[in-house]
């Protein structure tokens, strides 16, 4: 019905850049929202931005505002996230995922059980 797989793995310096990708093959003819979460060892998986269907409207975790933008091209059914002035607190395993469609999305953005599609995760390592 919904797969999602992103990209963009990498290993950056703290105040580096990366963007990621979450390519995004669809059933319907109607965009889902989307988010991305990431999951450090340990610790609870936990939204980091949201994005509408229509990329009209846009959620984003006090901790990374200023610092990322979240976009998408529906077009080339892609989300993406670029990151920037990267902390080693940045450091986790992240996730794209898609809001069930029955949710508001403001609200939605934040409950990481409102998202039913989900991708495989890619590592991001801010390390110097």
């Known amino acids: 019905q919904l797969q999602l797989v992103e990209s963009g793995v990498g290993l950056v310096q703290p105040r580096g850049s990366l963007q990621l990708s979450c390519a995004v093959s669809?059933?319907?003819?109607?965009?889902?929202?989307i988010g991305w979460f990431r999951q450090a060892p340990g610790k609870e998986r936990y939204v980091v931005s949201c994005?509408?269907?229509?990329?009209?409207?846009?959620e984003y975790r006090d901790a990374v505002k200023g610092r990322f933008i979240i976009s998408r091209d529906n077009a080339k059914n892609t989300v993406y996230l670029q990151m920037t002035r990267l902390k080693p607190e940045a450091t986790a395993v992240y996730y794209c995922a898609a809001q069930r469609k029955d949710r508001p999305f403001n609200l939605a953005c934040y409950v990481p059980s409102d998202h039913d599609r989900w991708g495989q995760g890619t590592q991001v390592t801010v390390s110097s």
């Open positions: 994005i509408s269907g229509s990329g009209r409207f846009t």
């Open positions: 669809e059933s319907t003819i109607d965009f889902d929202a």
